[in-house]
């Protein structure tokens, strides 16, 4: 036997490392193999394998592929980067029975990582995932038997073995599949022609995996545009790849200088996989995904769509609040769209759409999984057959400015004090602020407090980074601070 050295733990989403330390190709390639096992050999399908635009990216996918292929699976590359969505509609569109995709999401350069795809084309199942996670920390895996430790008659493992894996164009499909999903070109063709005239888009990838994608649809229906962060660049320069505030200064200056004197400017930023979304208005004001979130699933109700919508614990209330005054159930998961997505493809579901706080929102009749790119095009196409830009989208809704004050703060602690947080928080120890107006509590994923007024509080640390996140909201923005301020104040000591 061959003990393993380096114990493999999938997080929120999947697996991630420093590229050289805690992911190497080693790691990839077992992985790769417990996904192999667990599918039982060929006779389980196919595994499809995408990549994005990090360092070493490809050469990863490529020993994952290797690994897969020498082990009886067939196997199929992309032809180049794609966003993980596309990834997971190859998956589901090609009758695949997994996929692999080699990213690190939003996390910084010097990171790498992994995720699984399930056959319905979302992220795999948590039982799933820490059935290969038992597989790969397994006493008995030995990475050099692995690969022919299948029940794969000898010819079939041959052909493989062969032949290695295969490439395939990712990309021509799913474009093909969104346009028409979201009806954007008829939605193009139909436009007020003052308003087409005044759409101008900025699209903001990120140096990720979603270069090529928005202006590829753009320019073919001759959507003025403008690129920026659109080179590949596996340090991020200057940048976390995450559509968030803090990290879409260029962005929001951009939009600032161009877009005085027309609303119907807007900027659209994909992260590191583009599975996240982002927005920057005409003004330069930052559109986080809640706004983005309610702007969509309204729309969709206008449009006939009915039934159920799930959110994470972290999302803002404006989701309660439409499906409340429509009369649609609610469900609330634990962080990580897997979760969403488990809610989705249950027997019986009626849910049709599902989102995140850190901008993953998806539509289940698209895909059970997040997609920036998707999104991203519903935004414009409701913009264009409304005539309304995305402020006026947003107000409308409540008919009144939007109404809620949302601010997430990502604390970094040593491990001993966020341990030590934690345990205090369980034990109730903790100071919680304003303790005596706390009406509810709920600790399905960190540590959720409801306040009397509307407002709550959620601490929770990061299934994917040291870091200790703390979120806020309320109708006020000054409480909202002081939320943040006085959490802030309690962990530090100040």
């Given at each position: 036997?061959?003990?393993?050295?380096?114990?493999?733990?999938?997080?929120?989403?999947?697996?991630?490392?420093?590229?050289?330390?805690?992911?190497?190709?080693?790691?990839?390639?077992?992985?790769?193999?417990?996904?192999?096992?667990?599918?039982?050999?060929?006779?389980?399908?196919?595994?499809?394998?995408?990549?994005?635009?990090?360092?070493?990216?490809?050469?990863?996918?490529?020993?994952?592929?290797?690994?897969?292929?020498?082990?009886?699976?067939?196997?199929?590359?992309?032809?180049?980067?794609?966003?993980?969505?596309?990834?997971?509609?190859?998956?589901?569109?090609?009758?695949?029975?997994?996929?692999?995709?080699?990213?690190?999401?939003?996390?910084?350069?010097?990171?790498?990582?992994?995720?699984?795809?399930?056959?319905?084309?979302?992220?795999?199942?948590?039982?799933?995932?820490?059935?290969?996670?038992?597989?790969?920390?397994?006493?008995?895996?030995?990475?050099?038997?692995?690969?022919?430790?299948?029940?794969?008659?000898?010819?079939?493992?041959?052909?493989?073995?062969?032949?290695?894996?295969?490439?395939?164009?990712?990309?021509?499909?799913?474009?093909?599949?969104?346009?028409?999903?979201?009806?954007?070109?008829?939605?193009?063709?139909?436009?007020?022609?003052?308003?087409?005239?005044?759409?101008?888009?900025?699209?903001?990838?990120?140096?990720?995996?979603?270069?090529?994608?928005?202006?590829?649809?753009?320019?073919?229906?001759?959507?003025?545009?403008?690129?920026?962060?659109?080179?590949?660049?596996?340090?991020?320069?200057?940048?976390?790849?995450?559509?968030?505030?803090?990290?879409?200064?260029k962005l929001k200056s951009f939009l600032k200088k161009k877009g005085a004197g027309n609303k119907f400017a807007l900027g659209l930023a994909t992260d590191g996989d583009a599975d996240?979304?982002?927005?920057?208005?005409?003004?330069?004001?930052?559109?986080?995904?809640?706004?983005?979130?309610?702007?969509?699933?309204?729309?969709?109700?206008?449009?006939?769509?009915?039934?159920?919508?799930?959110?994470?614990?972290?999302?803002?209330?404006?989701?309660?609040?439409?499906?409340?005054?429509?009369?649609?159930?609610?469900?609330?998961?634990?962080?990580?769209?897997?979760?969403?997505?488990?809610?989705?493809?249950?027997?019986?579901?009626?849910?049709?759409?599902?989102?995140?706080?850190?901008?993953?929102?998806?539509?289940?009749?698209?895909?059970?999984?997040?997609?920036?790119?998707?999104?991203?095009?519903?935004?414009?196409?409701?913009?264009?057959?409304?005539?309304?830009?995305?402020n006026e989208l947003l107000n409308d809704i409540f008919d009144e400015p939007y109404p809620y004050s949302y601010k997430r703060e990502d604390l970094h602690l040593p491990k001993k004090?966020?341990?030590?947080?934690?345990?205090?928080?369980?034990?109730?120890?903790?100071?919680?602020?304003?303790?005596?107006?706390?009406?509810?509590?709920?600790?399905?994923?960190?540590?959720?407090?409801?306040?009397?007024?509307?407002?709550?509080?959620?601490?929770?640390?990061?299934?994917?980074?040291?870091?200790?996140?703390?979120?806020?909201?309320?109708?006020?923005?000054?409480?909202?601070?002081?939320?943040?301020?006085?959490?802030?104040?309690?962990?530090?000591?100040?």
């Amino acid at each position: 036997m061959i003990s393993v050295p380096i114990l493999i733990n999938f997080g929120t989403d999947g697996f991630r490392g420093i590229i050289g330390d805690n992911f190497t190709f080693k790691i990839v390639n077992r992985i790769s193999l417990s996904l192999g096992r667990y599918l039982k050999g060929a006779s389980r399908g196919t595994v499809a394998i995408g990549y994005d635009t990090r360092f070493l990216s490809k050469e990863f996918a490529i020993t994952a592929a290797e690994a897969l292929a020498s082990a009886g699976i067939r196997t199929i590359l992309s032809d180049n980067f794609c966003p993980s969505p596309v990834l997971s509609y190859f998956v589901k569109n090609k009758t695949c029975s997994a996929g692999i995709m080699i990213t690190a999401s939003h996390n910084p350069y010097m990171f790498n990582g992994l995720k699984f795809k399930s056959s319905f084309g979302g992220s795999m199942l948590e039982r799933d995932v820490k059935e290969i996670e038992r597989i790969a920390n397994g006493p008995d895996f030995d990475e050099e038997t692995a690969k022919i430790n299948y029940y794969v008659d000898s010819d079939t493992l041959k052909s493989y073995a062969d032949n290695g894996f295969e490439y395939a164009d990712f990309k021509s499909d799913y474009i093909k599949h969104i346009i028409e999903f979201t009806g954007f070109g008829d939605a193009i063709h139909d436009a007020d022609s003052n308003t087409l005239r005044r759409l101008d888009v900025t699209i903001d990838p990120m140096f990720g995996a979603g270069i090529g994608y928005l202006s590829d649809i753009l320019n073919r229906f001759s959507v003025k545009c403008d690129l920026i962060n659109e080179g590949v660049n596996p340090s991020f320069p200057g940048l976390n790849p995450e559509p968030i505030d803090n990290n879409l200064c260029k962005l929001k200056s951009f939009l600032k200088k161009k877009g005085a004197g027309n609303k119907f400017a807007l900027g659209l930023a994909t992260d590191g996989d583009a599975d996240r979304i982002g927005a920057v208005d005409f003004n330069g004001h930052f559109i986080d995904s809640h706004k983005i979130f309610s702007i969509i699933l309204n729309y969709l109700i206008k449009e006939g769509y009915s039934g159920s919508v799930v959110k994470t614990v972290s999302v803002s209330k404006s989701i309660d609040n439409i499906c409340k005054n429509h009369g649609l159930k609610l469900f609330e998961v634990p962080i990580g769209f897997k979760h969403i997505a488990a809610v989705m493809i249950k027997d019986g579901s009626d849910v049709f759409m599902g989102g995140e706080e850190s901008g993953g929102i998806g539509i289940t009749s698209h895909l059970p999984e997040r997609d920036g790119i998707l999104n991203a095009l519903m935004l414009l196409k409701i913009m264009l057959v409304s005539r309304k830009n995305i402020n006026e989208l947003l107000n409308d809704i409540f008919d009144e400015p939007y109404p809620y004050s949302y601010k997430r703060e990502d604390l970094h602690l040593p491990k001993k004090d966020k341990e030590s947080l934690i345990n205090d928080l369980n034990s109730g120890v903790f100071r919680v602020p304003f303790e005596k107006e706390v009406i509810s509590t709920n600790f399905m994923d960190g540590f959720k407090f409801e306040y009397q007024d509307d407002s709550w509080l959620l601490v929770r640390p990061s299934g994917t980074e040291p870091v200790l996140r703390v979120y806020a909201e309320s109708r006020d923005k000054k409480r909202t601070e002081l939320l943040i301020n006085m959490i802030k104040k309690e962990i530090y000591n100040l």
